[in-house]
């Protein structure tokens, strides 16, 4: 398997999320779609299409984590885990509107370097039953995230 240590890295640290974070809150769990990104320099040179499947599960108003793979802007597939903070947040006509930051670790991106960090201004539009991430890393890309409550 191409990336069997950083597959069991990414477990792990699901198992660690969901046991010590989220065991006992009562939250939204929504399944995420990834989507799509948009490159500042040379777009049409990556992967605009960055289709895979997450797990995102709100701790409290402002906290998330998450988890999930999907094929990168360089055409290899990813591993992903990290979390979300939104502490500005209101709400229009029953949508849930939030602004903040994410951090992740992700595998995919360096043969360097297996794992590697990355951090993001973020934000998010719930609402009852569909909802939408978009993550933004400046002078670099927004990826877009379609997500539904389950």
């Known amino acids: ?11 792990w640290l699901v198992i660690l999320f969901s046991v010590f974070y989220t065991r006992y809150c009562s939250a939204d769990e929504w399944l ?14 990556y992967n605009k299409r960055n289709l895979g499947l997450g797990y995102e599960k709100k701790i409290d108003r402002n906290w998330s984590v998450f988890a999930g793979g999907y094929q990168n802007s360089l055409y290899r597939d990813t591993l992903y885990v990290g979390g979300s903070y939104t502490p500005y947040n209101t709400s229009v006509s029953g949508l849930k509107l939030g602004v903040g930051v994410a951090g ?7 043969e360097k370097y297996p794992l590697m960090p990355y951090a993001s201004l973020f934000a998010k539009a719930e609402g009852e039953k569909y909802g939408l991430n978009v993550y933004w890393i400046p002078t670099i890309v927004v990826g877009i995230q379609f997500k539904m409550k389950f």
Request: aromatic share 12%; glycine share 10%.
């Open 1 to 11: 398997m191409r990336y069997a240590y950083e597959t069991r890295v990414c477990i």
């Open 32 to 45: 995420v779609g990834s989507g799509f990104s948009l490159h500042a320099k040379n777009p049409d040179r």
């Open 104 to 110: 992740m670790i992700a595998t995919g991106y360096s």
